[in-house]
Each structure stands twice: as structure tokens, then as C-alpha cells.
């Protein structure tokens, strides 16, 4: 592989990631991994650019290690901020993950059962219930939202960002009513997930806050990540844009504090922290690792299904959805508060993970997030040769690639892979899926190609070497300086 090229696709992992040595390491003997996530590298810059999207973070995990991750885009608009790996987001509702895992350490500790009445650990908590056989809530049924809770608290706080202290939360409780019998219907409830925070105070004797980053986010040296910074001490987050309106415009979010509900959605972090956490929840069955705060045993308890839904489409574990992706179980958590939106997703089995971070309100992670997965995923899955047994490739080649435009603004990228040449067509808008736009290239003769679809494409050059055209069927694409 041509150098400079090589170490172009390596700069987001250089630069940006913790374990520089092993993932540079990693991508160079794994070429189908690479191969993808040049791909995945153009196709993530062709969405952001056409979706004028402000910003977006990206890591892929495996292995116990982040493999890959890089920035797109701006974590500031005005300041031409770039966006990086590094950058800190909120993370939403990802946050209930943390809470599921803090549940589980202290049931692991002795401190609480699963199958405990919540009013065993919030004596004061009332509901009003008009199911007259309706067992007891317990802390199973808040950690898979099968409690019957009403999906938020009992203030506007999704209005005027005024969220109200846990005391709050559970005094007004009592004037609510079960929307269902626990135990008979899922339903996603924040109010559920915040009196998990409050039981974690109960049975640790810590605030959520304090047990969460000394039980969790330090051992995990997730050591520039934090819970409910307050307002006045997060001015390093990335600006949080809403919607683009009709005029291009995008107006910013300002930051609030989540208080009593921090636990459903408070943490702040990276991508470069999640690929920490992420690591824990890929960790394969026999194996431990430094600064463990979960039995391998207990991880996989929160990974198997616990409440599948109705429809049968997939299942809430402890803390994470599931579900069957090409016959392995994926779990994820997806997240969204003041307009940062986060998707966690992993696949234990494979020990593959990736991690997405946006800061604009109406970008979907999980468009990305499943786009890694399924072309590095899968790639890693596939892959086991190297570099060295690759079959014959010209790095002549390299003359071809670049950028190549018609006279009406449609543009092509000629490409090196490991051991072909590529011919990606960018589409407007952009297609869902990096791989439909490649047209694998076999070399024919001197500067002549055979299309994947049969036809030929020439290349013809100048007295010094240089590209002058590249003439695709009978049309003519030109290069773009």
C-alpha cells in the first residue's frame, strides 16, 4: 500500500486514540478492517456535508481496544471548533446504562436484590393503583421499564428545563397513577429510571453523582467524563444545535442540569471515554481486566433478554435493548438530551462496538452506528488475512485516484484499497449504505479498467503522467484540484 495514503487513513487513530501503537498496529494487518473504514470514512463526510450536519464523533471498538475513531465537522460552528473523538457530549438516556451497571454492583455487593420492593429502599414512595391484584414494583421492573410508571415525572420540565430534586420527584409520585399493572406491559419510563438513582443513594450512602464516578467512570479511567456538571462548569461541551430551520439556519440549546433525574440521562463524555466502558461490556468470557467492576457473569446478565416485547422484535436486558443481528445478539442504548444525541451499540459475541456521538437534534446516531457496524463489523468478522498476502497490486496505481466531477456537479472518487481500485459515486442525497456506491475497477491493459458492471473506463494522461480526463462509458469525468 502507497504510503501516503496509508497514513492518511490512519490519522483519526493516530491522532485520537488511546492505544495508538496497538490499533495503528491492528488496521495495518487487517485489510478488510481498513478497506471498510476508508469506505465508512467517505460516506460518513458525504452524509455530513449534504445534511449539513454541524458535527459528528465516531469510534469503533474491538477487541478491547478502539481500533478507530475520528471527528467530523465542528463541535462549534462559529469557532470552527473541529470536532474530535475527544470532544465531550452529553449522552442522554446512554446514561441508564451507568445506572443499570450501578444497580448491579451494589446488588453484586449485597447491598440490594434485584426482586426488592423499590418501597423497601424509598420507604416514603406512593403511587396511586388502580389494579386491584397489581404485585408490588420492584427494582427488576424499573431496571426493563416494565413497572407500569408513567413515562415521566410530574413536572414540565421538557418545557422549561426546570428539573426537580429527587424529594420532588418522589413526593409528587403520589399524585400519579399506574398507566399498567407492574409486570404486564413495557413501557419506557424516565420517572422509573430516577428512582433508581434515588434507590442507589439508599443502599450506597453516596449521591448518584459521587457513586457513579467513583464506582464506575474512574476505575474505567473514563477520567474527562462527569455526571450533572453544573451550569457555569460546562462551557467545554459542544455547542448543542436544534433542528436546521427552513432558512439553513440552527439555532443553539443551552445547557441544564437534570438534578433528582440525573440518572436517566446526566453523564458527559467522549467517544474516546465511552470506547472505555464499551470495552467492559465486550469483554470476553474468560478474561478480566484492570480496574474491573463487573463479573464477566453479571455483564452477560445485563446482555440476555429479560422482557421481549409483544411484537417480538427484540427485548429490553438490564440497562440495554436487544436483539438478533445476523445471528448474534446486538444490545444497545441510543440517547438524546438538550439537543447531543449518542448510540451505544455492541455486539459481545464478536467483541465488536461502536460508539456515535451528533450535536444537532435532528441527526440520528444509529444511521451511523449501524453503518459501522455492518461494514467494519463485518469486515473484522470476515478478516483474517494480512498485508503480506494480499495478491499482486500496482501501486502505480495511486496516479488514478482523486476526485473526478462532470460539467454539472455530480462527483466520483477513484480510490485505493488494500489490493483493487474503486470508483465511488457520491449520490445526492446520499445512499444509505457506503458499499452501493462502489464500482470495483479491474486493470485491463496501460491505463484501461473493466467496470464491475462490464464496461470499461480509461484513464488518459498528460506527457508528465497526470490525469487529464477519465472517460467512464462514452461520458467524461475531470479531475478536481
Same mark, same amino acid.
Given at each position: 500500500m502507497p504510503k501516503r495514503r496509508f497514513v492518511a487513513l490512519l490519522m483519526g487513530v493516530l491522532l485520537l486514540s488511546p492505544a495508538l501503537g496497538r490499533a495503528a498496529d491492528f488496521l495495518e494487518q487487517h485489510r478488510e478492517a481498513r478497506d471498510a473504514i476508508t469506505l465508512l470514512d467517505l460516506w460518513i463526510e458525504e452524509q455530513r456535508l449534504y445534511h449539513q450536519i454541524p458535527g459528528i464523533a465516531i469510534g469503533v471498538v474491538y477487541d478491547q481496544e478502539l481500533i478507530w475513531s475520528r471527528g467530523y465537522g465542528f463541535s462549534d460552528l462559529h469557532k470552527r471548533t473541529p470536532m474530535t473523538p475527544s470532544t465531550l457530549l452529553r449522552i442522554g438516556s446512554v446514561t441508564k446504562v451507568f445506572t443499570a451497571t450501578a444497580i448491579l454492583q451494589l446488588r453484586d455487593g449485597g447491598k440490594l436484590a434485584l426482586d426488592d420492593p423499590i418501597t423497601r429502599h424509598l420507604s416514603e414512595f406512593e403511587i396511586q393503583n388502580p389494579f386491584a391484584d397489581a404485585p408490588e414494583i420492584t427494582i427488576w421492573h424499573l431496571l426493563t421499564h416494565t413497572a407500569g410508571l408513567p413515562r415521566e415525572a410530574a413536572f414540565p420540565y421538557w418545557t422549561d428545563h426546570e428539573f426537580p430534586s429527587r424529594d420532588e420527584i418522589v413526593a409528587a409520585a403520589a399524585g400519579q397513577t399506574l398507566i399498567y399493572s407492574p409486570g404486564t406491559e413495557y413501557k419506557y419510563s424516565n420517572l422509573g429510571i430516577s428512582l433508581l438513582g434515588a434507590i442507589i443513594e439508599e443502599a450506597s450512602g453516596k449521591s448518584y453523582r459521587e457513586f457513579i464516578e467513583s464506582s464506575i467512570l474512574i476505575p474505567l479511567g473514563m477520567d474527562h467524563s462527569s455526571v450533572d456538571p453544573p451550569v457555569g462548569t460546562a462551557d467545554n461541551l459542544a455547542t448543542a444545535y436544534t433542528r436546521r430551520r427552513p432558512d439553513g439556519s440552527r439555532p443553539t440549546m443551552d445547557y441544564y442540569e437534570t438534578r433528582g433525574m440525573a440518572a436517566m440521562g446526566s453523564i458527559v463524555s467522549s467517544v474516546d471515554d465511552m470506547a472505555r466502558f464499551a470495552a467492559l461490556h465486550l469483554r470476553p468470557g474468560n478474561s478480566t481486566a484492570?480496574?474491573?467492576?463487573?463479573?464477566?457473569?453479571?455483564?452477560?446478565?445485563?446482555?440476555?433478554?429479560?422482557?421481549?416485547?409483544?411484537?417480538?422484535?427484540?427485548? &429490553?436486558?438490564?440497562?440495554?435493548?436487544?436483539?438478533?443481528?445476523?445471528? *448474534?445478539?446486538?444490545?444497545?442504548?441510543?440517547?438524546? &438530551?438538550?439537543?447531543?444525541?449518542?448510540?451505544?451499540?455492541?455486539?459481545?459475541?464478536? *467483541?465488536?462496538?461502536? &460508539?456515535?456521538?451528533?450535536?444537532?437534534?435532528?441527526?440520528?446516531?444509529?444511521?451511523?452506528?449501524?453503518?459501522?457496524?455492518d461494514l467494519v463489523g463485518s469486515a473484522i468478522e470476515a478478516g483474517t488475512r494480512i498485508v503480506a498476502e494480499n495478491p499482486p497490486f500496482d501501486p502505480a496505481w495511486e496516479k488514478y485516484a482523486g476526485l473526478y466531477s462532470d460539467p454539472w456537479g455530480w462527483e466520483y472518487r477513484v480510490l485505493l484499497l488494500t489490493d483493487r481500485l474503486i470508483l465511488y459515486s457520491y449520490d445526492y442525497p446520499p445512499r444509505q449504505s457506503a458499499e452501493t456506491g462502489v464500482t470495483h475497477l479491474e486493470h485491463v491493459e496501460g491505463d484501461r479498467f473493466r467496470m464491475s458492471e462490464g464496461e470499461f473506463v480509461t484513464f488518459e494522461m498528460d506527457d508528465q503522467g497526470r490525469v487529464v480526463r477519465m472517460k467512464r462509458r462514452t461520458d467524461y469525468l475531470y479531475p478536481v484540484e
Open positions: 484492570d480496574g474491573e467492576i463487573l463479573s464477566t457473569s453479571t455483564l452477560r446478565e445485563m446482555h440476555r433478554p429479560q422482557w421481549v416485547y409483544s411484537n417480538w422484535s427484540g427485548a &429490553i436486558g438490564l440497562g440495554f435493548r436487544v436483539a438478533p443481528h445476523k445471528g *448474534q445478539n446486538r444490545v444497545w442504548h441510543s440517547g438524546w &438530551i438538550g439537543d447531543h444525541r449518542s448510540y451505544l451499540l455492541l455486539v459481545p459475541d464478536s *467483541q465488536v462496538g461502536v &460508539i456515535v456521538m451528533v450535536n444537532a437534534g435532528d441527526v440520528s446516531p444509529s444511521v451511523f452506528a449501524y453503518e459501522a457496524l
